[in-house]
C-alpha cells in the first residue's frame, strides 16, 4: 500500500536521526520517546496518558519510566488529592537529552520539508490530520463493536 510504505520511510528517516541520540545517551527508542513526548506535551505526564496518545503498550511504557527512573531522568510524584494518580516529570539531568532531541526533530523537520512553501506545508498538516482522524474514528468503532460481543 502506497501510503503506508511512504510512512515507513518517513518514519526510518526520523528513526535514524533520533537514534543518534538514543546511542549517544544510551536510551532505547521508547526510552528516547518518552522523553521527548514529556517534554512535547506536559499536560499529558501520566503512564496511562502515554499509552493513550502515544499508542503504545502498557508494558512498554512501564518498562521504559522504570529504567528512565533509574537513569535518574524522570521522577514520579503522587498526587496528595488522589492516591492513585501519578505524575512523571523531567529532570533536570534529562535536559541535555531533550536539547539534543529537539534539535534532531528540527533536522527532520527541515530536511523532510524542504522545497515545501507554507501553503504546502499548511496543507500537509491538514490532510494528514484528516487522515489521523478517519482512523481515529475507525479504531474507536472496531473497539466498540467489538466489546459488544
Same mark, same amino acid.
Given at each position: 500500500?502506497?501510503f503506508? @510504505?511512504?510512512?515507513k $520511510?518517513? &518514519?526510518?528517516?526520523?528513526?535514524?536521526? %533520533?537514534?543518534?541520540? #538514543?546511542?549517544?545517551y544510551e536510551? &532505547? +527508542?521508547? !526510552?528516547?520517546?518518552?522523553l521527548?513526548?514529556?517534554?512535547?506535551?506536559?499536560q499529558? /505526564?501520566? *503512564? *496511562?496518558?502515554? =499509552?493513550? =496518545?502515544?499508542?503504545? $503498550?502498557k %508494558?512498554? =511504557?512501564? &518498562?521504559?519510566?522504570?529504567?528512565?527512573?533509574?537513569?535518574e531522568l524522570?521522577?514520579r510524584? +503522587?498526587?496528595? @488529592?488522589n492516591k492513585?494518580h501519578?505524575e512523571i516529570?523531567?529532570?533536570?539531568?534529562?535536559e541535555?537529552? =531533550?536539547? *539534543?532531541?529537539?534539535?534532531?526533530?528540527? +533536522?527532520? *523537520?527541515?530536511?523532510?520539508?524542504?522545497?515545501?512553501?507554507?501553503?504546502e506545508?499548511?496543507? #500537509?498538516? /491538514?490532510?494528514?490530520?484528516?487522515? #489521523? @482522524?478517519?482512523?481515529? !474514528?475507525?479504531?474507536?468503532?472496531?473497539?466498540?463493536? $467489538? /466489546?459488544? &460481543?
Amino acid at each position: 500500500m502506497y501510503f503506508w @510504505d511512504k510512512h515507513k $520511510t518517513i &518514519t526510518s528517516y526520523y528513526e535514524l536521526l %533520533s537514534g543518534e541520540v #538514543c546511542e549517544r545517551y544510551e536510551l &532505547t +527508542q521508547m !526510552e528516547y520517546d518518552i522523553l521527548m513526548f514529556l517534554n512535547n506535551n506536559p499536560q499529558h /505526564n501520566t *503512564a *496511562a496518558e502515554i =499509552v493513550k =496518545v502515544r499508542k503504545s $503498550t502498557k %508494558s512498554h =511504557v512501564s &518498562t521504559s519510566l522504570k529504567k528512565l527512573e533509574n537513569k535518574e531522568l524522570v521522577e514520579r510524584k +503522587q498526587s496528595e @488529592d488522589n492516591k492513585k494518580h501519578i505524575e512523571i516529570f523531567l529532570l533536570d539531568k534529562a535536559e541535555e537529552i =531533550v536539547e *539534543a532531541g529537539i534539535n534532531a526533530q528540527k +533536522q527532520f *523537520a527541515q530536511n523532510v520539508l524542504k522545497g515545501l512553501t507554507e501553503e504546502e506545508k499548511d496543507m #500537509c498538516i /491538514n490532510v494528514f490530520d484528516k487522515i #489521523c @482522524d478517519n482512523a481515529e !474514528e475507525y479504531l474507536r468503532e472496531y473497539k466498540e463493536n $467489538t /466489546n459488544e &460481543t
